[in-house]
């Protein structure tokens, strides 16, 4: 892998903090669309999402440095409302406890949770209009970035929001599975959401290359770099064969034989849609180029 300014530790910032939200929201949509045959998925969506998200942020202070071995000087991160980490810091400062109460009271977690369970819908409205500014924020906090022309496109908030759904189902899918293995035919009713999610990420993943190749030159040569250069092969193999192609005709298979999937291929899809979306994520950093100076 080539040098980058952000490393490992941003990179799994974006993923578990895309993958946290898509798992609130996968967990209040089963919930409050189908509470009755699709619980022990909203079970697991809830209880994933908030230690995801915190563990995402975790990794994202781990990178500051300065701001790890003091803490206080943090503060002034939100300190000027026009900067979009200011912005960031507040959503998940708010996210994350919303995210725990809300798993608390799901699951009726402890007298916390009996009385959170009052306010459920509440928590559930508050908590997916933060789950979504959170999936979207890991693709802002690199569009804004204009050192990267290629990082530097709105399409950017939109591929990471895309991905952070698809991903956050397959978490709250699994874990639904470890909790009652029963419940994999009642997951094939979501397998169209995989389909639906990766869908729309392949398009906006295919426009992005497009458009960049046809824009600067640093941005081209990031493009270059996934499609034919030396990251080509994780590119392809990793993101656009085993992140995109192979769990959406999986799901396709799976949403239509409606439980007659073997089990180890169910959870497979959705592993292999977790190993895509990392891999998706550490490649777009990877590959972003910045301005050359003549």
Known sequence: MP???????????????GAGAGAF???????????????S?????????????????????????AGLWEPWRQIYLVGNLRSMI?????????????????????NEIT???RIAKKYLLHLEIVGSVLAVATAGYTGVLI????????????????????????TGLAVAM???AIIDIRTIKTLSNFALGHVIFLAVEGLVLGLLIFISLTRSAEAAASAQTL????????????????????????????????????????VGADLLVLVGGMSLRALIIYSGQPPQIV
């Open 174 to 176: 699994i874990g639904a």
């Open 41 to 65: 998925l909203a079970r697991a969506g809830s209880l994933a999402a908030g230690p995801l998200v915190a563990i995402g942020t975790a990794c994202l202070v781990l990178d500051l440095e």
């Open 143 to 166: 569009a804004v970035i204009n050192g990267v022309p290629f990082w530097n496109t709105s399409l950017m908030p939109v591929l990471f929001m895309a991905s952070a759904m698809s």
């Open 227 to 266: 499609i034919s250069g030396n990251l080509s092969p994780y590119f392809w193999s990793l993101v656009v064969v085993v992140g995109i192609l192979i769990p959406f005709v999986l799901s396709i298979v799976e949403y239509y034989e409606y439980g007659e999937m073997p089990k180890y291929l169910v």
């Open 3 to 17: 040098e980058s300014a952000w490393g490992w530790l941003i990179i799994t910032y974006l993923f578990l903090a």
């Open 111 to 113: 007298f916390v949770g």
């Open 86 to 106: 200011a912005w960031g810091v507040i959503i998940l400062s708010v996210f994350i406890p919303i995210a725990f109460i809300y798993a608390a009271a799901l």
């Open 25 to 39: 929201i996968s967990a209040v949509a089963c919930d409050l669309l189908a509470p009755d045959w699709s619980r």
